[in-house]
């Protein structure tokens, strides 16, 4: 009996090309993003637009980031396969998906219980069994595995990034995240620590982001 046909093969295609058009140039990060099915990741009234190159729609007044900036965030933190990574802001777990499949293992926060459940599951259903999720307050970061040589926040955060994440940060480690109060003025930033402790940063481009909120739900 033949498999079944992969009803989304010519979207992943055409995200391929997507992604090499903004600006993507690590084949590792466009190799995982074309293995990542991105429908499982969406609610069902929204898969036929699941490979477009745009943000959809989660529950809770959360998205799933359009493909160009997850490929473009993931890029930017140089991930390698002996790394340690942390996501703030799990979400649909698309991202955490993506980015496990380049490095060692990814440490994730969410913290909104329902999105975290749904996520572990999809993280289930896929093998990826190098993701380690927490419900908790992202800003806080996870202080006891720390630290990351990448930390990625997908959320934006008012004004800068909380400091208990850059204090998590390992020296030569990359932080991507977005930042700005405004969501018309958010930047998406990128933030590389230094020996004495200090960061040097990059604005990657204009971003629109969720804000970055404390607590749990």
Known sequence: MSAEPDAYAEDRARLVLDLRGSGVQDQRVIEAMERTPREMFVPESFRRHAYDDTALPLALGQTVSQPSIVGM??????????????????????????????????????????????????FHELGRGNITTRHGDGMKGWPEQAPF????????????????????????????????????SQRLIKLVKQEDGSTVETELCLCRFVPLLGGVE
Do not use: F
């Not at 965030?73 to 777990?93: D, V, Y």
């Not at 698309?94 to 749904?118: F, G």
């Not at 934006?156 to 930042?179: C, E, K, N, T």
């Open 73 to 122: 965030m993931t890029e930017a933190l140089e991930p390698h396969p002996r790394a340690k990574a942390l996501e703030i802001g799990c979400g649909s777990g698309y991202q955490a998906v993506v980015l496990s499949q380049l490095v060692r293992r990814v440490y994730t926060v969410e913290r909104i219980k329902a999105l975290l459940r749904e996520a572990e599951r999809r």
């Open 149 to 184: 040589e990448c930390i990625l926040v997908t959320a934006a955060a008012s004004d800068q990034v909380p400091q208990a994440l850059i204090d998590q940060l390992a020296v030569g480690g990359r932080l991507v995240a977005p930042v700005g109060g405004n969501p018309l």
